[in-house]
């Protein structure tokens, strides 16, 4: 049965921003942090490596009651039995990503427009991410920013959750989170802090106050 996806902070593994840490010990921090929603995301590992890295977060998520996402490997989801899949508008696409994926997991699509977020809709999404908000670097030809009117724009016409990402930092989460997105995500904040616990708990302190 299709779990839904919980409210609140998203994170994502990106390793070439952690410090020299592994995607493992990463994970381990966050979750024994309170993270309940996590993705895997890493561009540059073989198949291989990529597969024997989520078999062991499948294990920790599972101890950890927290919602598992991994991105763009359809493959390596079912494998490990991930509660869902994330793909980007470059990726399969959404109806095909279902047939193989089945009824029962999550998948969730990146849109950069109003035309993406009403046709992920249309055709099955779970969810979508609403972004980049601000500048990243974290991917390599980004989109560019989108801002919080496109965020607006979803939070009115879109029914399904929505996850805010990109550029977002402790210095502007509340300017997004007043905008009332489901989700917050923030990468290379949380992976490359040397203190993960700490910047885990003050973007949930954030949250919690303005809820």
């Given at each position: 049965?299709?779990k ?9 593994t990106a ?7 592994d995607?493992i010990i990463?994970?381990k ?7 309940k ?5 890493d ?15 499948r294990?920790?998520?599972?101890d950890?009651d927290?919602?598992?996402?991994v ?10 039995q991930?509660?869902g899949v994330h793909?980007?508008?470059d ?6 990503v ?6 029962n997991?999550?998948i ?6 109003p ?8 055709q099955?999404?779970?969810?979508i ?12 030809n ?29 210095s502007?989460?509340l300017?997004?989170?007043?905008h ?15 203190s993960?616990g ?14």
């Open positions: 049965m299709k839904q996806v919980p409210k609140g902070l998203y994170a994502i390793e070439n921003f952690s410090n020299g840490k995607n990463v994970v921090e966050m979750l024994d942090s309170g993270i929603i996590l993705q895997y995301r561009k540059d590992k073989s198949k291989f490596e990529k597969f024997k890295q989520c078999e062991i977060i294990k920790l998520t599972l950890y927290c919602f598992f996402i991105n763009d490997d359809i493959d390596i989801a079912l494998a490990v991930s509660d793909i980007g508008q990726d399969l696409p959404l109806k095909k279902r047939e193989l994926t089945g009824e997991i999550t969730g699509l990146s849109t950069h427009s035309e993406q977020a009403l046709l992920a809709v249309e099955g999404a779970d969810y991410g609403v972004g980049p908000i601000y500048k990243t670097f974290t991917k390599k980004a989109t560019d920013p989108v801002g919080l009117n496109y965020l607006d724009f979803c939070v009115r016409n879109i029914a399904i959750p929505k996850i805010a990402i990109g550029g977002i930092k402790l502007n989460l300017e997004v989170y007043r009332s997105p489901e989700n917050i995500c923030m990468v290379t904040e949380i992976t490359s802090s040397n993960i700490l910047t885990i708990k003050k973007a949930q302190e954030i949250m919690h106050d303005y809820c």
